[in-house]
C-alpha cells in the first residue's frame, strides 16, 4: 500500500502522491496488507482501513489482498490472522469487491 504513515490520515499529500502513480502507471498494481505493520492503534486496525479502502475503491481493477503469513520479519508478535480476515470486508465492503479482490484481480495477475 505504499507504507503510508497513518498518522498523517488519508489525505496527506504523501498519500496522494501514492494514488499519483498509481494513475499515471496503469501497470502497477497494489496489495492492501498487512495493517499490523501500518497500525498505530492494532487490531481491528482501524486507523489503516481507510487507505486500504481507498485504494480498493479508487483502483478496483489492479488492488489484491493477502497476508505476509507466517509473518517473518515481525518485530514483535506475529499478528492474529483471523484478524486480518476480519479486515477484508472492512476494505472492501461489497460483494462484488471482495470478488475482485480475493479472485478476479489475482487470477488476472497471475495470468498476465
Known amino acids: 500500500m505504499g507504507t503510508p504513515d497513518v498518522k498523517k490520515g488519508v489525505d496527506h499529500p504523501e498519500n496522494h502522491r501514492f494514488h499519483r502513480l ?3 502507471h496503469r501497470n502497477f498494481w497494489v496489495k492492501v ?3 499490523e505493520r501500518m497500525s498505530v492503534a492494532g487490531p481491528p486496525y482501524d486507523d489503516v482501513v481507510p487507505f486500504a ?3 480498493v475503491e ?3 481493477e489492479r488492488v489484491i489482498w493477502g497476508t505476509d503469513w ?4 515481525m518485530k514483535k508478535a506475529a ?3 483471523g484478524a486480518l480476515v476480519d479486515y477484508i470486508p472492512r476494505i472492501a465492503p461489497t460483494a462484488a469487491a471482495q470478488q475482485a ?3 478476479d484481480n489475482p487470477m488476472r495477475l497471475y495470468w498476465s
Open 70 to 73: 507466517p509473518h517473518p520479519n
Open 101 to 103: 479482490l480475493l479472485v
Open 33 to 35: 496488507t498487512c495493517p
Open 53 to 55: 479502502r481507498a485504494l
Open 58 to 60: 479508487r483502483f478496483p
Open 79 to 81: 499478528p492474529d490472522d
Open 22 to 24: 498509481m494513475e499515471d
